[in-house]
């Protein structure tokens, strides 16, 4: 790749958002534009792994909600208080629903259009999201985790964060990657230890991360 070409994908990526690139890379173009490309493997090898756990996480937390309220839309049921932001989220999906289906969607449609953060919401204080959701339900779903409510939360949180800076197409190569892979692989033995086992074996990540520095140095080619 001429200097030159190197310039027109720095314009077409944005000057503003290949700069920390450019940065962690002591200004060294060639070298940046490496870690971009790796940036984007990486990001992609998460998202098998983020997507088996949000998918096993609701799937979970649905039927759980449904056998305690005993009706496959128990969010609209009248024992049901959800927070201001609970409810928009809802309404939100209920809405992209209704453009897209007219009236015909199913509760297995609205379980994928609710976002991550309203499944992760649920696990949080709410309106006294505890004692509605989190001890008769939503603890289950988590099994042998031994500790609080709060602190699993702050973890599924973290995982809702990551997840939506890939989604967002935002940088991630300056994080503790090991790390975000361990917690994704412990919480997702909580609620799947066959799909942690799965991922702890096949999963794309350690072998991306175990090539970054070469990917870096020029020895491996770039992956996009």
């Given amino acids: ?6 310039k027109r994908i720095v314009d077409a990526i944005s000057a503003e958002r290949f700069q920390p690139f450019l940065d962690e890379c002591g200004g060294d173009l060639a070298m940046a534009l490496r870690l971009y490309c790796w940036d984007g493997e990486i990001s992609r090898a ?3 792994v983020l997507r088996d756990f949000e998918v096993a996480m609701r799937n979970s937390f649905h039927a759980k909600l449904s056998g305690r309220y005993n009706r496959t839309d128990w969010w609209d049921s009248p024992r049901v208080q959800l927070t201001t932001k609970g409810r928009e989220q809802v309404r939100s999906a209920q809405q992209a629903l209704h453009r897209e289906y007219g009236a015909g969607f199913t509760a297995d449609d609205m379980v994928a259009k609710l976002t991550l953060g309203f499944w992760v919401g649920l696990t949080g204080r709410g309106l006294n999201y505890e004692m509605q959701f989190w001890n008769p339900a939503l603890r289950h779903t988590f099994r042998g985790y031994q500790g609080r409510r709060g602190a699993l939360q702050q973890q599924l949180d973290h995982v809702r964060k990551f997840r939506n800076r890939i989604g ?3 940088r991630i190569c300056h994080r503790h990657l090991p790390k975000d892979f361990d917690t994704l692989l412990k919480l997702m033995h909580y609620v799947s230890p ?3 086992a799965l991922h702890r074996q096949h999963s794309q990540v350690p072998a991306v991360l175990a090539r970054k520095a070469a990917v870096l140095s020029g020895r491996e080619p770039v992956r996009v």
């Fill in 46 to 48: 998460f998202l098998g």
């Fill in 194 to 196: 066959e799909k942690a």
């Fill in 1 to 6: 790749m001429t200097e030159d070409e190197a």
């Fill in 168 to 170: 967002h197409h935002e």
